[in-house]
């Protein structure tokens, strides 16, 4: 059974910085992609940060700048590092996994949706 634990949430205030960390377990694939997404009380559910399945990180308008994505393959795992916070990032931050990926002449590639979820880790900024 696949499953994602989240953790590094915590209260900070304006400024601060908080490391958030997700280790995948029960899925043998090298090939995988993992996310980022936070939704806060009355509000969508935004993408903040993905790994792409060369290593190479994106990051949404709202956290770029302000954030790195890394990735440890063997213990996989991924790390946002997330700096200059501020009330607006309050959120539940949500890790997600795809494992399905295709191959062509663009490369290799994650495709399809985020099939699977970890719990969420609380994230609070207070000005």
């Known amino acids: 059974q696949v499953r994602l634990a989240e953790s590094g949430g915590g209260s900070v205030q304006s400024g601060g910085s908080l490391r958030l960390s997700c280790t995948g377990s029960?899925?043998?694939?090298?090939?995988?992609?993992m996310a980022w997404f936070r939704q806060a009380p009355g509000k969508e559910r935004e993408e903040v940060a993905s790994?792409?399945?060369?290593?190479?990180?994106n990051y949404s308008d709202s956290i770029k700048g302000r954030a790195t994505l890394q990735q440890d393959n063997a213990k996989k795992s991924v790390f946002l590092q997330m700096s200059s916070l501020e009330p607006g990032d309050t959120a539940m931050y949500y890790c997600a996994l795809r494992l399905q990926w295709v191959e062509d002449d663009a490369g290799r590639r994650c495709t399809g949706p985020y099939k699977y979820w970890g719990q969420g880790t609380q994230v609070t900024v207070s000005s």
């Open positions: 029960g899925f043998t694939s090298t090939r995988y992609c």
């Open positions: 790994m792409e399945i060369d290593g190479s990180p």
